[in-house]
């Protein structure tokens, strides 16, 4: 009852939106929003992507067929990361400067189209993590939907799976310049290794992969259940990784864990 009452509540609030412009990234929360507000508001809502070198093409092409099923228009705003200089400083509240940046040109975009409001797929459980962009997109005055009706990420996940939305189960693919620890240039090199790393380690079976760039050094993280698979593979990654310039390839013995650039600021305070 409780579930049925903040999806109601959801419902409510996109029809007292009247139109609106979804920053959408292909993932489990923007997917779901878009979902709901395209049967809600129908054709009175567009759904746009940020294009650039931190987004790997799978997940650009996942976004791209997703929206297009979906029979909604899908606008591109593209952008060089060579061209910003937050990525080259990449300081810890990098996410801030990006959002700023990224939502200032979202909002320009749906002003000149006409739609009311611009929204994101942020959710409750959204509030409870280290998200620099969360004071951006709160300045800019863009709505999150799911975060106002109260839904958690699991209770996304179910409700997409009751509508048979394909993004139900998806991992979470945060932008490829998670990657780079603070202070480290994010550069196109390092995001192209980044990228090819971890899709060589994803067809080999691992998903809720991530490998953490130290300019020589590769750190894997995967769960710990495939601890023992990913060692029958050692020999094969390591001529793979070494074929990508990194000189020494760690496995993390913790295990796959989102945020864990983070421990090392929190450490330092």
């Known amino acids: 009852m409780e579930l049925e009452k903040k999806l109601n509540q959801l419902n409510l ?26 049967e809600i508001l ?9 294009s650039s070198q931190v987004l790997s093409k799978n997940e650009l092409e996942s ?24 990525f080259q400083n990449n300081s810890v509240d990098r996410c801030y400067f990006c959002k700023k940046h990224l939502f200032t040109r ?3 975009l ?36 799911l975060r106002e009706a109260g839904l958690t990420k699991e209770e996304i996940r179910y409700l997409s799976k009751k509508v048979d939305l394909s993004t139900w189960n998806k991992p979470a693919a945060p932008c490829l310049a998670t990657r ?51 060692l029958n593979y050692r020999e094969e990654i390591v001529k793979k990784l070494k074929s990508l310039q990194f000189a020494y390839i760690a496995l993390d013995l913790e295990g796959f864990r989102s945020g864990s ?9």
């Open 13 to 38: 609030l996109l029809k007292k939106m009247g139109s609106l412009a979804i920053a959408f990234s292909g993932g489990v929360d923007s997917s779901f929003l878009l979902y709901c507000a395209h």
């Open 42 to 50: 129908g054709d009175n809502i567009t759904a746009i992507i940020f």
């Open 63 to 86: 976004a791209q067929s997703f929206a297009r099923n979906m029979g909604v228009s899908l606008q591109e705003i593209p952008f060089d990361v060579e061209e910003l200089d937050f």
């Open 106 to 108: 979202l909002r320009e």
């Open 110 to 145: 749906a002003k000149e189209q006409g739609f009311k409001w611009v929204a994101d797929g942020s959710n409750c459980d959204d509030l409870y993590e280290f998200r620099p962009g969360n004071k951006a997109i709160e300045e800019l005055k863009v709505r999150s939907p």
């Open 180 to 230: 780079i620890p603070y202070g480290q240039p994010v550069t196109l090199k390092k995001l192209r290794e980044i990228q090819a790393a971890e899709e060589y380690l994803f067809n080999l079976g691992f998903q809720n992969v991530r490998l953490r760039h130290y300019d020589d050094t590769a750190r894997i993280e995967i769960p710990i259940r495939y601890f023992k698979d990913i």
């Open 261 to 269: 650039l983070n421990e090392r600021k929190n450490l330092n305070g």
